[in-house]
């Protein structure tokens, strides 16, 4: 069984073409994980995986010190190649907020950030973040 998962790992490496600029960023790091742990698994040094991950990715590729860790990792048992979850202060920013937010800027969009975030409770820098990255605005 664990051939045949082995062999799709390989064939899917193979064939599915190296897009970086496609990709989302957490999609590429994630591609990249697996690889890593493919190669781990194929009995390559890290030397040898750095080396490869760099002729395919060129400047997308991981830093030698993350792929040092992530075979760490493995070699400690690490079977999961997602991220922990993260600890220390949760996010203010909820579905609730961003969702009020977006009712701001849909019934005024030349408020500024300062007074949306008076408006919502929220502090400017936030109130940024969440233009940005949520709801992919440009304020």
Request: contains cysteine; charged residues 30%; aromatic residues 6%.
């Amino acid at each position: 069984m664990v051939k045949w998962i082995l062999l799709f790992c390989f064939l899917c490496l193979l064939f599915l073409p190296c897009q970086c600029a496609r990709h989302d960023i957490e999609v590429e790091r994630r591609q990249q994980r697996v690889e890593i742990k493919f190669m781990w698994l194929l009995g390559l040094s890290t030397v040898e995986i750095i080396r490869r991950l760099r002729q395919c990715h060129a400047q997308a590729a991981l830093c030698a010190a993350t792929v040092y860790w992530w075979v760490r990792q493995l070699k400690d048992g690490r079977t999961t190649l997602r991220d922990l979850p993260k600890i220390g202060r949760p996010t203010k920013l909820t579905r609730d907020k961003i969702r009020r937010i977006r009712n701001e800027l849909d019934t005024d969009p030349t408020l500024s950030l300062k007074e949306i975030s008076r408006c919502v409770g929220l502090g400017v820098a936030t109130v940024h973040k969440c233009v940005r990255k949520n709801l992919h605005l440009k304020k």
